[in-house]
């Protein structure tokens, strides 16, 4: 018999009907494809997108009752086929091919009888394999490819957001109106001052309470899910996942007008990634400064505590700041993934921040504590007496410790570390303001940390 060619065309209730998504330009795709291959005219098949019943697909189901050995199937993309994760889309690809015949995504150059697209569906099984396993670290590979295929490979989602069954963001009805309470609040506004209206207003946060933080509302504003493009980050790659939108262009564009003159102008996140997280031991801030040299037109940058030097009696000299931005990296890397760095248990469990202030009190505490004991068992003291201060002291102590939380896992911090080596200046700086990360840089060069937000909070925000 001779080989036949099929095409397969699918939309879903989510798709955008100007995408190039719709079922006539699915199916003129795959004839024109076939034409220009010299295959013959597909016959087609196509699900429309059903109301109340999810992914039903009788016109797949029909069209794998025709197909057999030298058959060649034809769809537009991944996306057409996929279906509830990836180990039901293998299973229907796997179909395919149990039947000798081929699948070829048209968009994506993906023939499964080439080399090339036994690669990817041997990508696609060891992918099938993770997920079986419900591992939550996935190889980047995997993510990337699945993230292209518009499927949201985390766990943790934007706010406002929520990942459905088939792990695609929606946008969360429980969510969506603080979400955009919080955005457009800023329009006019700059985040310090939205963030007090906000917690004013008692607009619920990524927390669940209304503890708004302008670093919290600038990572919020950098999502660019709310205008439809979910980033996913993976290996310092960023990698764009369609989602629903939340606001306009419009309502975006409003937001971030003018956002320059709030903070500013000084900072240049693409350029001085570092400002605004760094300060001098005299407790000046530093800022970004280019001085170009006149011969070979190059430029060189800076961070200096400039102008405000006097005000704070500084005589630090300026650092260059791709030494620093490096040396912030290393920092920054070695504590998200070094287990016996204080600053990384601190992430890790939310514990404690690297020095709370009461230290000192707890310590005069746990004296006070042995000295009861000491009393006691002197006979100093009566035993009623000694139980109820015990219990008091006690109480104060509890107060005074810090609540462990577990809350993060190594493979995040691993990803996070990754990130902070490899992103743009820009990202750099998002994920600086993301870890509220603060150091301290000394007139040598050294560079300290003082302080981070625990991880879990990063999760939320992100
Ligand atoms: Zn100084």
């Not at 025709?66 to 889309?89: E, F, M, N, S, Y």
């Not at 629903?244 to 564009?253: A, G, I, K």
């Not at 990384?344 to 004991?373: C, F, I, K, M, Y």
């Not at 570390?417 to 750099?428: C, G, I, P």
């Amino acid at each position: 018999m001779t080989p036949r060619a099929f095409s397969y065309a699918r939309v879903s209730g989510r798709d955008q009907a100007d995408s190039g998504y719709s079922l006539p330009a699915q199916r003129e795709r795959a004839a024109a494809f076939a034409q220009f291959h010299a295959l013959p005219v597909p016959i087609h098949f196509e699900d429309p997108a059903v109301s109340g019943k999810r992914d039903a697909r009788p016109a797949w189901v029909a069209m794998m009752g025709q197909v057999r050995a030298g058959d060649t199937v034809l769809a537009k993309d991944l996306t057409r086929i996929a279906r509830g994760g990836i180990v039901q889309t293998l299973t229907l690809i796997r179909d395919i091919e149990a039947r000798g015949a081929r699948l070829v995504l048209i968009d994506q150059s993906l023939d499964t009888s080439t080399p090339f697209g036994r690669v990817v569906l041997s990508i696609l099984a060891t992918l099938a394999e993770y997920e079986l396993e419900q591992t939550r670290e996935r190889s980047m590979i995997g993510r990337t490819f699945a993230a292209k295929a518009g499927i949201w490979p985390q766990g943790s989602v934007p706010y406002g957001y929520l990942r459905n069954a088939e792990k695609r963001l929606e946008l969360n009805p429980a969510t969506r109106e603080p979400v955009r309470a919080a955005l457009l609040a800023l329009v006019g506004r700059s985040y310090q001052e939205a963030s007090e209206e906000l917690r004013g207003q008692g607009i619920p946060s990524p927390t669940g309470k209304p503890n708004w933080s302008p670093a919290r509302l600038h990572a919020l504003a950098q999502q660019t899910a709310y205008i439809g493009r979910a980033v996913f980050v993976s290996g310092g790659e960023r990698i764009e996942v369609p989602c629903p939108r939340l606001l306009s262009d419009e309502e975006w564009e409003a937001l971030h007008a003018g956002r320059r003159a709030f903070s500013g102008g000084e900072r240049r996140p693409d350029r001085y990634p570092l400002v605004g997280h760094l300060r001098c031991p005299h407790g000046a801030p530093m800022n970004g400064r280019q001085e170009s040299h006149r011969n070979a037109g190059m430029v060189s940058r800076y961070h200096v505590s400039g102008r405000l030097k006097r005000h704070y009696g500084c005589g630090c000299p300026s650092f260059r700041a791709a030494q620093v931005d490096d040396a912030a990296r290393d920092l920054l890397a070695r504590v998200l993934t070094d287990p016996t760095d204080p600053a990384h248990l601190a992430l890790l469990t939310g514990a404690t921040p690297l020095s709370d202030g009461r230290e000192q009190e707890r310590q005069e505490v746990q004296e006070s504590l042995s000295n009861l004991a000491r009393l006691r068992v002197l006979g100093q003291i009566e035993e009623r007496d000694y139980l109820s201060l015990r219990e008091e002291l006690k109480a104060r102590e509890r107060a005074l410790t810090p609540k462990p939380r577990q809350v993060t896992e190594v493979p995040v911090m691993n990803e996070l570390a990754a990130d902070v080596r490899e992103a743009s200046s820009e990202h750099l700086a998002e994920l600086l303001d993301l870890l509220d990360v603060r150091l301290l840089i000394q007139p040598d060069g050294t560079l300290e940390l003082l302080g981070l937000r625990p991880l879990d909070t990063v999760q939320q925000a992100v």
